[in-house]
């Protein structure tokens, strides 16, 4: 018989999970996403490092035309009056096959839903209730249809409504402090920045980054800046407050549409009470943006998951979250530090950052500690 999945929400983790599920003949997958049709948020960049491109390429990622991706040598360091600090050398990380990446977020959407958009997801769907029946879980939707499966992953992003659903309790993620304000980059005179590499622009209480997102000179800008949660925000005014009034020259940088939000992460893992229910991506576990993971993480955590379910494991729950867990706790110590360091106001602690910064940046145990047991390809 064969084993039938419903996996809620079609975001990165989702549809990379129901890649994997597919190879598999004896396993049957629906995907149930809420919107009408699925979220590319066209022009929004992402970072993949190797630890996530080598997956994705089980899935044959490189059919991806060339020109729709970018492979980034170094990520520069700057701090506040454009000055360059120092670079760390991405390739460090690549092997022949799996480079540090960065591409629209769009593109990779397209790429994971290609063999599964006409078959496998439903839109439009909402779980009401989840009811366990025998070994089996009974899902209920909002629109009165329903769906006897053996198991069930909840990736439906930061927020998760469904995992509210199941628990039967309110699950919230937290402000973290900050929002994010993102726009995109085509034709700016007098680029300051080198547009083959990732720019990481260190401010007083926020930073800048931008990079390729294809081979087309189009870049993605992603500021972060420290802000209480805001009921109304004045864009404008806040980027002429927080970042132009220490670099009148960034003003450059947003001049096209700009799109924010705020910025939620999540205290600790969730660990589900069903044997046969698992949450994974955002849902599972939300980080700070400041390592660029978490998405690389969703698609690990999405590959591990596949793994165990076609081995038939014991103990699956437990296997999962332990090698989750151990992995959330690595990159967000390291997440958490990058963010407070690259937000620091005291001029000698500043000074003392970028001395260890030129130091670390150049040191290859530091580098093989702190970075390359997260970015190394599995
Ligand atoms: C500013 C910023 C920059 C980032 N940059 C990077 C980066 O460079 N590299 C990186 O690796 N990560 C990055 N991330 C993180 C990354 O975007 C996320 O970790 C990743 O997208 C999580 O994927 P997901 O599939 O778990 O969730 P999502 O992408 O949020 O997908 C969830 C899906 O579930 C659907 N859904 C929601 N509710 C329901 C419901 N009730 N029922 C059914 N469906 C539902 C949604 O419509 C959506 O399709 C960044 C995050 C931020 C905030």
Same mark, same amino acid.
Not at 213 to 216: D, E, G, I, L
Not at 228 to 233: E, G, H, T
């Given at each position: 018989m064969k084993k039938k999945f419903a996996i809620i929400g079609s975001g990165i983790a989702g549809l990379t999970l129901a890649n994997f599920l597919k190879i598999d003949t004896n396993f049957e997958v629906n995907i149930y996403e809420?919107?009408?049709?699925?979220?590319?948020?066209?022009?929004y960049g992402i970072q993949l490092a190797p630890n996530s491109i080598s997956i994705l390429n089980k899935l044959?990622?490189?059919?991806?035309?060339?020109?729709n991706f970018f492979n980034p040598s170094k990520l520069d360091f700057y701090s506040n009056d454009n000055i360059k600090i120092c670079d760390l050398n991405?390739?460090?990380? !690549?092997?022949k096959k799996n480079k540090y990446t960065t591409l629209k977020r769009s593109t990779l959407i397209e790429f994971l839903k290609?063999? *599964? #958009?006409?078959?496998?997801i439903k839109f439009g769907k909402k779980v009401k209730k989840v009811t366990k029946l025998k070994e089996k879980l009974l899902i209920n939707f909002a629109d009165n249809t329903n769906d006897l499966v053996d198991y069930m992953i909840i990736?439906?992003?930061?927020?998760?409504?469904t995992k509210s659903i199941i628990e039967h309790k309110s699950v919230k993620p937290f402000y973290n402090g900050s929002i994010a304000i993102r726009t995109f980059i085509k034709?700016?005179?007098?680029?300051?920045?080198?547009?083959?590499n990732i720019s990481l622009i260190m401010l007083k209480n926020a930073h800048i980054v931008i990079y390729p997102?294809?081979?087309?000179e189009e870049l993605n800008l992603v500021c972060i800046i420290r802000q209480?949660?805001? !009921?109304?925000?004045d864009l404008k005014l806040l980027i002429e407050k927080e970042i132009i009034s220490q670099n009148?020259?960034?003003?450059? *940088? #947003?001049k096209n549409s700009l799109d924010f939000w705020p910025i939620y992460i999540t205290k600790k893992p969730y660990k589900s009470s069903y044997e046969n229910l698992f949450y994974l991506g955002d849902a599972f576990y939300t980080f700070p943006?400041?390592?660029?993971q978490g998405a690389s993480q969703s698609i690990e955590a999405a590959y591990e998951l596949f793994n165990l379910l076609s081995k038939d494991s014991k103990d699956l729950q437990n296997l999962y979250f332990k090698k989750r867990e151990e992995r959330i706790n690595l990159v967000n110590k390291r997440s958490m530090l990058n963010y407070y360091s690259f937000h620091l106001s005291n001029p000698f602690m500043i000074k003392a950052r970028n001395f260890v910064l030129k130091k670390a940046t150049k040191s290859e145990k530091f580098l093989n500690r702190y970075l390359k047991n997260i970015y190394q390809e599995i």
């Open positions: 809420r919107e009408k049709e699925l979220t590319l948020d066209e022009g044959n990622f490189l059919k991806i035309e060339e020109i991405l390739e460090r990380f !690549n092997t290609t063999d *599964l #958009f006409l078959k496998n990736s439906d992003g930061v927020f998760s409504n034709d700016i005179k007098d680029f300051a920045y080198d547009k083959k997102v294809n081979k087309k209480r949660l805001p !009921n109304k925000i009148k020259n960034l003003g450059n *940088l #947003f943006p400041t390592m660029a």
